[in-house]
Nanobody, 118 residues
Framework: QVQLVESGGGLVQAGGSLRLSCAASGILFSISDLGWYRQAPGQQRELVAAITRGRSTNYGDSVKDRFTISRDNANNTVYLQMNSLKPEDTAVYYC????????????WGQGTQVTVSS
C-alpha cells in the first residue's frame, strides 16, 4: 500500500523558515522523481521544486534562491527547506512521487498547510 505522509507545515512570520518532509512507503522511492507543488485558494496547483532520481533539481521562479529540495533515499523521504518566507508563499503544499518501470506511477500526498503572516 502506497503512503505519502507530509509534515512540517504551520504558521510562520514573514522572513522565517520551515522545513517540509514527505515520508513515502510502498513505492520504489530511489528510482522515482520527486516534487513539491503548492496550491493557494482560487489558484492552480504549481510546481515549487523537483528533484530527479539522478538528483538534478528544478525550482519555480518565485522560490529560486529561497527554497531547497533534497532527498534521502535511505529513509524514503523528500524535504523542502523554505527560507525567507513571504506571505505569497501561503498555500497547501503537496509532495509528488512519480516514475516508470514497466508501468508508470504518480502519487500525491494529502497536503500540508503553510501560512506566512506579514
Amino acid at each position: 500500500q502506497v503512503q505519502l505522509v507530509e509534515s512540517g507545515g504551520g504558521l510562520v512570520q514573514a522572513g522565517g523558515s520551515l522545513r517540509l518532509s514527505c515520508a513515502a512507503s510502498g513505492i520504489l522511492f530511489s528510482i522515482s522523481d520527486l516534487g513539491w507543488y503548492r496550491q493557494a485558494p482560487g489558484q492552480q496547483r504549481e510546481l515549487v521544486a523537483a528533484i530527479t532520481r539522478g538528483r538534478s533539481t528544478n525550482y519555480g521562479d518565485s522560490v529560486k534562491d529561497r527554497f531547497t529540495i533534497s532527498r534521502d533515499n535511505a529513509n524514503n523521504t523528500v524535504y523542502l527547506q523554505m527560507n525567507s518566507l513571504k506571505p505569497e508563499d501561503t498555500a497547501v503544499y503537496y509532495c509528488n512521487v512519480r516514475g516508470v518501470l514497466v508501468r508508470r506511477w504518480d502519487y500525491w500526498g494529502q497536503g500540508t498547510q503553510v501560512t506566512v503572516s506579514s
